[in-house]
């Protein structure tokens, strides 16, 4: 009888655990050789223009024959914002996400559609990488990489400029390029370094000289529908956005929950200490409530992951990686202790649908992959990749409610 009852409560657990977790399907996957067309166009025309060739390679990744996944940005629920641009040969995703997130923000908040240039906000922050460079003398990061907020804290100080007066690219040039700038930079400062030359004023002139070569000069004036502006001008009357109410916010176990911390990355090289930690749960319901509401948002993380893939313009997390009932702050907090998950991306949320129960996000990203095929300039991301790999996001205050009043500082 004992044999029975057991035999019975087993059945009884076995059924109500798959109710509980429905198995997610089991993916497979496969090495084939990386195909990229668009950053093909890119080298290509780079390679005509500064005389550069790469070999490809074969990565690892998911099977998505047979899969069930979006076909198209029509299927989702999305808010205004520019066509997409691509970033070229640039580690400057930073400025393209957060400058396309705040050209969003100016039209939900002004109803006015405006095009800003993302190089101008990347050519002031080479110059304050290397002021601080110098300042530290030679113990700061100065590469192509940032964070969203940096986007905030430039225009803060050399206001920003709309899109038609400052393109930044030389004569025949199609894509940016940063490569040979960041080459010649680092190779200037290294030199610096080495001669003990810390003259802050001379060292910026010198590198504002490499800038404004392979980038052209800032404007200091232009006209813009008929009037003429300053950078600062333009971003008090045009862009007309409090740029204090924009709260950055992250989810990781490394800091107390409900307490402001640094994200301790290389592209955080000012070493910023106001994000917003809280758990996960919280975490991705803030970024569900917020796109729900309206609200866009420019978010960083990580896209080196089998699951991505530019010719379907998916994000997802396989199987083989980790199943999806397991995803929680220990997974997402493991991989960005160990390195697997980076911070080398940044991208705009700007749409969802729900399909199947679950979330997938509509992606504005200005990476090469998201050119190849389909709707170009976009990615469809599972809320299950979001979890697991995004690690953080920037929004406006009001569409995280109340809560920045469950932190004391």
């Known amino acids: 009888m004992k044999n029975i009852l057991c035999l019975s409560l087993i059945i009884l657990l076995t ?4 109710e509980l977790f429905p198995q997610q ?34 990565v690892f990744k998911v099977d998505f024959t047979g899969l069930d996944l979006p076909e198209s940005i029509d299927k989702f629920t999305y808010y205004w914002h520019n066509d997409p641009l691509s970033q070229g040969n640039t580690g400057t995703c930073w400025s393209f996400s957060t400058t396309s997130f705040f050209e969003s923000e100016i039209y939900r908040i002004n109803k006015r559609k405006v095009k800003l240039s993302e190089i101008y906000t990347a050519y002031w922050e080479y110059v304050e990488k290397v002021r601080r460079f110098v300042r530290e003398r030679g113990n700061s990061y100065v590469a192509e990489g940032s964070e969203a907020n940096a986007v905030r804290r430039i225009w803060e100080e050399y206001g920003i400029v709309p899109a038609e007066s400052y393109s930044s ?23 610096v370094k080495e001669r003990n030359a810390w003259n802050e004023e001379e060292v910026l002139a010198t590198v504002k000289s490499i800038l404004n070569y392979y980038l ?7 006209t813009y529908e008929g ?6 001008e333009f971003l008090t009357k045009v862009v007309a956005l409090n740029l204090n109410d924009y709260v950055d916010v992250i989810s990781l176990m490394q800091g107390p929950y409900y307490k402001k911390m640094m994200y301790d990355v290389p592209d955080n090289w000012w070493k910023d200490s106001s994000y917003y930690n809280i758990p996960l749960d919280e975490y991705m319901s803030l970024i569900k409530n917020a796109i729900r509401k309206g609200y866009t948002l420019a978010v960083g993380g990580d896209v080196s992951e089998s699951g991505i893939d530019s010719h379907f313009k998916v994000a997802l997390v396989p199987s083989f990686d980790i199943p999806s009932e397991y995803i929680d702050e220990n997974a997402r907090q493991f991989r960005f202790s160990n390195g697997t998950t980076g911070d080398d991306h940044g991208i705009h949320l700007v749409g969802y649908m729900n399909k199947d129960g679950k979330d997938w996000f509509l992606i504005k ?3 090469s992959g998201s050119f190849n095929v389909g709707d170009k300039g976009y990615y469809f991301y599972t809320e299950d990749y979001v979890k697991l790999k995004m690690v953080d996001f920037m929004v406006h205050k009001d569409a995280v409610g109340d809560l920045l009043k469950k932190f004391a500082d």
């Open 216 to 222: 052209g000069t800032p404007p200091i004036k232009f």
């Open 227 to 232: 009037k003429e502006y300053t950078p600062k």
């Open 169 to 191: 690219k030389m004569p025949g040039q199609k894509f940016h390029n940063h490569s040979k700038l960041i080459a010649e930079i680092t190779k200037y400062l290294e030199s």
């Open 25 to 58: 399907p089991k993916n497979k996957g496969n090495l084939r050789v990386y195909e990229n067309e668009f950053y093909d166009e890119i080298k290509k025309a780079s390679e005509d223009y500064f005389d550069k060739k790469e070999e490809k390679k074969k």
């Open 365 to 367: 990203d200005s990476g």
């Open 15 to 18: 059924h109500t655990s798959i």
